[in-house]
């Protein structure tokens, strides 16, 4: 096996990249305490998602970039938790679209603050087949 040497910059490169790609963390999206459904009002919950870019964004922490996730994908995170309240006792599937999720920070005098862009409307599909808009968030 061939021993390959490097240049001071291409040390300096290698080093430098190293310390950034440890430097930067993924913090996953916790969805705790799912929705409930008390009145047995929903048979399925489908999330389609419709984002142009799937990455939600970053946050500075302590001076350290962090990415913000979902722990596997916004689908199957989402239909997840909110299947965890479902009895498939209801008569109605319910359709999440969501459109935009993003994460930013601006930075502030003296401090950052977070902003949240979110669009995501919410469609049922009754047993008659009529799908209907029951709300929209932006």
Known sequence: MPIIKLTYEENILFLLLSVFLSAQKTELISLSRPPKDNKNFIKTFTVIDQRSDKNIGTLIDHNKEVTVAFEHNAVKDLQDWVGQSIEIKGKNDLVLLLEDLKISDEQKEKSTVGKLQFRASTF?????????CIGKIR
């Not at 049922?124 to 209907?132: A, D, L, N």
């Open 124 to 132: 049922i599909k009754k047993q008659t087949g009529i799908i209907s």
